[in-house]
């Protein structure tokens, strides 16, 4: 589960350009989430088109598979015409859950997608972390059973605000990131692990073309300027964020 929501979350930021209220988006995130959880692996990712249940209520989602479609295309369609970022995100809580338009991990699902209009927005995203599990639990069973939202949104408020409060803590406590490092993480990561991997000289013109792919062409310079200083600075106690074994590391070391 711990590593389902890491990709998850990295599908939300990496691609916060791409993301949206989308079926792509929603389905991938379900699909990421679920990813080996599931009886079934084949609907992770799809539609259901079997009945749920909901633990500890009464209410019953649909089970007819065409109104189950046509609600989440609904949902899409209502989520996207929602303006107010705050407001799309609670919706999005609030929808995926009732509808349950998968077989399971539904409640997963939404909490992670209601990030996506705040990571669109560049918001301080919402965690779930600290909101007592009974407590989370009873706003959705208002709006099971009731059809009722306060109680949620109560949660939802409480739950956001502690954390942009531990959000500034952090911010506060850290130097501001360097745009270019963020921009091209990944292609970093990969580029290090292959000079590495497959020991590669450390030049200018091995390097830009490791990175040609996914560098544009006018920051290639820069960043084959950072690839040396990385590599340079290799020691055992930071290979793990290129992801390096350690038998990768001490082959290249004495190569």
Not at 45 to 57: C, E, K, M, N, W
Not at 135 to 156: A, F, M, P, Q, S
Not at 204 to 211: G, V, Y
Not at 215 to 227: H, K, S, Y
Request: glycine share 2%.
């Amino acid at each position: 589960m711990i590593l389902n929501h890491k990709a998850a979350i990295e599908l939300l930021v990496d691609s916060a350009e791409d993301v949206g209220v989308n079926r792509f988006t929603i389905t991938n995130l379900h699909a990421l989430l679920a990813d080996n959880l599931l009886d079934e692996p084949r609907n992770a990712g799809r539609l259901r088109t079997t009945p749920v249940a909901i633990q500890a209520s009464t209410y019953v989602p649909t089970a007819i598979p065409q109104f189950i479609e046509e609600m989440f295309s609904c949902l899409l369609e209502t989520g996207n015409a929602i303006q107010d970022p705050f407001e799309q995100s609670f919706f999005l809580l609030v929808h995926i859950s009732y509808l349950q338009p998968f077989v399971d991990v539904n409640k997963r699902t939404s909490r992670l997608a209601s990030n996506i209009p705040l990571i669109r927005r560049n918001l301080v995203p919402l965690s779930f972390l600290d909101v007592p599990e009974q407590t989370y639990i009873g706003g959705l069973i208002g709006v099971y059973e009731l059809n009722r939202i306060e109680l949620l949104r109560d949660v939802y408020v409480w739950a956001y605000e502690r954390s942009a409060r531990q959000y500034k803590t952090v911010r506060d406590s850290l130097p501001e990131p360097d745009p270019f490092r963020l921009r091209y993480r990944t292609a970093l990561t990969e580029v290090v692990a292959e000079i590495v991997r497959r020991r590669i000289p450390q030049t200018q013109a091995a390097i830009a073309d490791l990175a040609q792919p996914s560098v544009d062409a006018q920051d290639i310079p820069r960043f084959t300027q950072l690839v040396l200083e990385e590599v340079a600075d290799l020691h055992e106690g930071n290979i793990a964020r290129f992801r390096l074994r350690p038998s990768e590391f001490q082959r290249w070391r004495n190569s």
